[in-house]
């Protein structure tokens, strides 16, 4: 499975914007590149993902190196309820669909 | 919609003892799967079923563990004997397909081993 690189840990101030950085300097052409999230005592929840364009939703943005080899998810404004660990897993493409999670990044929002 | 339900959510075994897991999917999703969360790191991925057919069970220890999806539906994980390094939660997702789709989590089995 292709590997990626995230911080341990980050912190960011309540209201605030976070970007969420990840490293995948070995992805391949057909990897998708999934965000999730566990908020403490619950299972993970999906977040985002996308495959070369930046990508937005309700929860969240993805912005991807034109390279791919590394993209940021960004919380436009951080709240107490986003204080998580987050996943960003690469999610290979015909015949190779697991989720291999990392050790994730802990985001820890100050209020 | 209800959500991926679990029980127990605690469970506390001495080792050597049997215990068993149960998962009830999103209605209508076709993949079941179990992860297993130790303290610190990020789940790993036991077993996956399709309706009730193993996709994968590569990183289950087959000794020890089994799992069974008998109609299609709601599933059991058991462990028998348990050991000390058992000790993690288990973690039941579902999806509707298996192709790319995304993952939802129930709220997982926290397992002690004494």
């Known amino acids: 499975d292709a590997k990626t690189t995230q911080p341990n840990s980050m912190e960011s101030n309540e209201e605030e914007p976070v970007h969420l950085p990840c490293n995948h300097s070995?992805?391949?052409?057909?990897?998708?590149i999934h965000w999730y999230r566990q908020l403490p005592s619950q299972g993970p929840e999906y977040v985002i993902h996308?495959?070369?364009s930046n990508v937005n939703n309700r929860m969240a943005s993805l912005a991807i190196a034109e390279d791919r080899k590394s993209s940021t998810l960004i919380l436009h404004r951080a709240t107490l309820r986003d204080a998580a660990v987050y996943y960003c897993i690469l999610r290979g493409g015909a015949g190779s669909y697991q989720l291999t999670f990392g050790k994730g990044t802990k985001l820890s929002v100050i209020p | 919609e209800a959500g991926v339900a679990q029980s127990p959510r605690y469970k506390i075994i001495e080792k050597r003892q049997s215990v068993a897991f149960w998962c009830n999917p999103i209605s209508g999703h076709a993949t079941l799967y179990w992860y297993q969360q130790i303290l610190g790191q990020g789940p790993k991925l036991l077993i996956q079923f399709q309706n009730n057919g193993v996709v994968d069970d590569s990183q289950l220890p087959k000794d020890r563990f089994s799992a069974e999806r008998l109609k299609g539906v709601d599933s059991t994980l058991k462990i028998q004997p348990a050991k000390l390094e058992d000790s993690a939660v288990y973690l039941c997702a579902s999806s509707v397909f298996s192709g790319g789709d995304t993952q939802y989590f129930g709220p997982g089995t926290r397992l002690t081993v004494l």
């Open positions: 996308g495959l070369t």
């Open positions: 070995t992805i391949s052409g057909t990897d998708y």
